[in-house]
């Protein structure tokens, strides 16, 4: 049995989505206490902050173009693409030691004999569920 799947189908991650409401809510806390406690004005701030981050991570992503290639089989096959550059890594399932993965933000990483650690990374619930299962059958 095998499984693929590519990262990211989305341009935010949960991680990085979660990370900007946090700093949006910072800098509209401080511009609310700075500004006399006007709500528009410190709202306005946060809403630029927010909208100057999306522009400009749409257009990183635009320019770099990442993109990751899982395959887990027999081995678990790694392609990074991120605009030219391509990095493969091919590791043989029975040398993983270790692996941990978090539910909520989708992402995790595995271990190796060797020592190595391989980062991964899911769009949906449905492809953690396949991996925790191929990954638990390895023994």
């Given at each position: ?65 990442p ?16 605009g030219k550059?391509?990095?493969e ?18 992402g ?6 060797k ?25």
């Open positions: 049995m095998s499984f693929s799947w590519v990262y990211p189908r989305a341009i935010f991650s949960r991680m990085e989505i979660a990370f900007l409401l946090f700093l949006g809510f910072i800098i509209f806390l401080l511009s609310w206490l700075e500004f006399g406690r006007q709500f528009t004005l410190a709202l306005a701030l946060a809403s630029l902050f927010m909208g100057i981050y999306v522009f400009a991570a749409q257009r990183v992503h635009a320019i770099l173009k993109k990751h290639t899982y395959h887990l089989g027999k081995v678990l096959h790694i392609t990074r693409e991120q550059r391509v990095h890594e091919v590791t043989p399932v029975r040398e993983i030691v270790h692996h941990k993965i978090d539910r909520f933000f989708r995790g990483y595995i271990l190796t004999a020592g190595r650690k391989h980062q991964l990374f899911f769009n949906h619930p449905r492809e953690i569920d396949r991996v925790e299962e191929l990954l638990g059958k390895r023994k």
